[in-house]
């Protein structure tokens, strides 16, 4: 789908385009949830500046996988979630965006956080080795969508005016809440477009920056974009624009995170999770049936929290906030599951020894991301088994 989506040529991107493209948008903003919550799970200490940059990156990422799900509801298209299922190892994200990008839950560490700045990157900052792919960044995808929008504009003015005075339960639910989901209504003085475009502009605002000399979000209090609050914990030092200030560019972006110095935080070795969710090695782990069971509660509780997400907006209205409680509550379980129950259990190092006998090449990508000289343990693998 995504490469019939690429293939279409700017003046076919009609309706059905621009609602094909928003599921995918949807994708794409969950597929970043498994990435980041790996890395937030794996922090032994879990209330200092790191855990609090990560998880403040991953509340807005909901955020914008919201976003993404209102505009098709206000559309009156459902948004498909339930079955969403981000695989790791795999390369790029979905909607054909960032297509050299490797995507691997693993512990946080430098090579990760490479991969998290190559997701969240200005086109200012980009390596020219990249720019030639048609979605280079996640910025470029939704300008895409925000340019099939305007030239469109009747259209989509005229179904969202159907959708957005119909009575409830006629169309999919939107769900607004108190971290900001952006809703989209009929009484809002700005017309149904220009709403949507400003829902898209949040999305890159608050992953890019205002512009390309600004990695600050100025449109949401000032806050870092998640490209910078990365980089702070890449370069150990909190973001300070320098005086006098030079030209932000990849070879000066060091001059700007010399704040406050923020120390590298306890992590634990978690094996990066392999296509095969470590089917091989619990075979030949003699406490493989327990570390088996853990990992199935986890993806179990992640299963159920798709489901419920499907339902926050596919289901009747009157159920949609309690719902969105049940959820909320489940992801609080996730980090309990992964933390207290399946980071515990350590894989011998027989079984480390034999990895790349076991998976081959997918060796190499784990201990890319995983230092194999000490103690590894397993991590959640975010199967979901609606898939």
Same mark, same amino acid.
């Given at each position: 789908?995504?490469?019939?989506?690429?293939?279409?040529?700017?003046?076919d991107?009609?309706?059905?385009?621009?609602?094909?493209?928003?599921?995918?948008?949807?994708?794409?903003?969950?597929?970043?949830?498994?990435?980041?919550?790996?890395?937030?799970?794996s922090?032994?200490?879990?209330?200092?500046?790191?855990?609090?940059?990560?998880?403040?990156?991953?509340?807005?990422?909901?955020v914008h996988?919201?976003?993404?799900?209102?505009i098709?509801?206000?559309?009156?298209?459902?948004?498909?979630?339930k079955?969403?299922?981000?695989?790791?190892?795999?390369?790029?994200?979905?909607?054909?965006?960032?297509?050299?990008?490797?995507?691997?839950? &693993? +512990?946080l560490?430098?090579?990760?956080? $490479?991969?998290f /700045?190559?997701? #969240? =990157?200005?086109?200012?900052?980009?390596?020219?080795?990249?720019?030639?792919?048609?979605?280079?960044?996640?910025?470029a995808?939704?300008?895409?969508?925000?340019?099939a929008?305007?030239?469109?504009?009747?259209?989509?003015?005229?179904?969202?005016?159907?959708?957005?005075?119909?009575?409830a339960?006629?169309?999919?639910?939107?769900?607004?809440?108190?971290i900001?989901?952006?809703?989209?209504?009929?009484?809002?003085?700005?017309?149904?477009?220009?709403?949507?475009?400003?829902?898209?502009?949040?999305?890159?605002?608050?992953?890019?920056?205002?512009n390309?000399?600004?990695?600050?979000?100025?449109?949401?209090?000032?806050?870092?974009?998640?490209?910078?609050?990365?980089?702070?914990?890449?370069?150990? &030092? +909190?973001?300070?624009?320098p005086?006098? $200030?030079?030209? /932000?560019?990849? #070879? =000066?972006?060091t001059e700007?995170?010399?704040?406050?110095?923020?120390?590298?935080?306890?992590v634990?070795?978690?094996?990066?999770?392999p296509?095969?969710?470590?089917?091989k090695?619990?075979?030949?782990?003699?406490?493989?049936?327990?570390?088996?069971?853990?990992?199935?509660?986890?993806?179990a509780?992640y299963?159920e929290?798709?489901?419920?997400?499907?339902?926050?907006?596919?289901?009747?209205?009157?159920?949609?906030?309690?719902?969105?409680?049940?959820?909320?509550?489940?992801?609080t379980?996730l980090r309990?599951?992964?933390?207290?129950?399946?980071?515990?259990?350590?894989?011998?190092t027989?079984l480390?020894a034999?990895?790349?006998?076991?998976?081959?090449?997918?060796?190499?990508?784990?201990?890319?991301?995983?230092?194999?000289?000490?103690p590894?343990?397993?991590?959640?693998?975010?199967?979901?088994?609606?898939?």
């Amino acid at each position: 789908m995504d490469q019939q989506l690429l293939s279409v040529p700017p003046q076919d991107r009609d309706l059905e385009w621009i609602k094909a493209s928003l599921q995918s948008a949807v994708a794409l903003e969950h597929a970043t949830l498994p990435l980041y919550l790996s890395a937030m799970f794996s922090l032994e200490v879990q209330n200092y500046t790191t855990y609090n940059l990560i998880r403040s990156v991953v509340m807005e990422e909901m955020v914008h996988m919201a976003i993404g799900c209102n505009i098709l509801a206000a559309l009156g298209e459902k948004p498909s979630i339930k079955k969403l299922d981000p695989l790791s190892p795999s390369e790029g994200l979905p909607g054909g965006v960032e297509p050299d990008l490797p995507v691997v839950f &693993a +512990q946080l560490s430098k090579n990760q956080l $490479e991969n998290f /700045l190559r997701l #969240e =990157t200005p086109i200012s900052l980009l390596a020219a080795k990249y720019r030639d792919e048609k979605y280079p960044s996640i910025g470029a995808f939704y300008s895409k969508i925000k340019a099939a929008i305007t030239a469109n504009v009747v259209e989509i003015n005229a179904t969202a005016q159907k959708v957005l005075t119909a009575p409830a339960n006629t169309y999919p639910n939107q769900v607004g809440d108190n971290i900001g989901f952006t809703i989209f209504s009929i009484e809002d003085k700005r017309t149904p477009v220009q709403q949507f475009l400003d829902g898209i502009d949040e999305i890159i605002e608050q992953g890019e920056g205002s512009n390309a000399q600004d990695l600050y979000a100025q449109n949401f209090d000032g806050e870092g974009s998640h490209y910078a609050r990365f980089a702070e914990i890449y370069y150990g &030092a +909190q973001l300070l624009v320098p005086t006098p $200030e030079p030209k /932000l560019t990849p #070879e =000066t972006e060091t001059e700007f995170f010399k704040g406050h110095k923020i120390p590298w935080p306890n992590v634990t070795n978690v094996l990066a999770v392999p296509r095969d969710g470590y089917e091989k090695l619990l075979e030949l782990d003699p406490e493989g049936e327990a570390v088996k069971r853990n990992l199935n509660a986890f993806d179990a509780k992640y299963t159920e929290i798709m489901t419920d997400l499907d339902l926050m907006w596919n289901g009747p209205a009157e159920a949609s906030w309690p719902t969105f409680g049940k959820a909320v509550a489940a992801m609080t379980d996730l980090r309990v599951l992964s933390c207290f129950n399946i980071m515990r259990s350590q894989i011998s190092t027989n079984l480390i020894a034999r990895l790349p006998e076991l998976y081959g090449d997918e060796a190499k990508i784990m201990a890319h991301y995983t230092d194999l000289s000490a103690p590894v343990f397993y991590g959640p693998r975010f199967i979901n088994q609606n898939a």
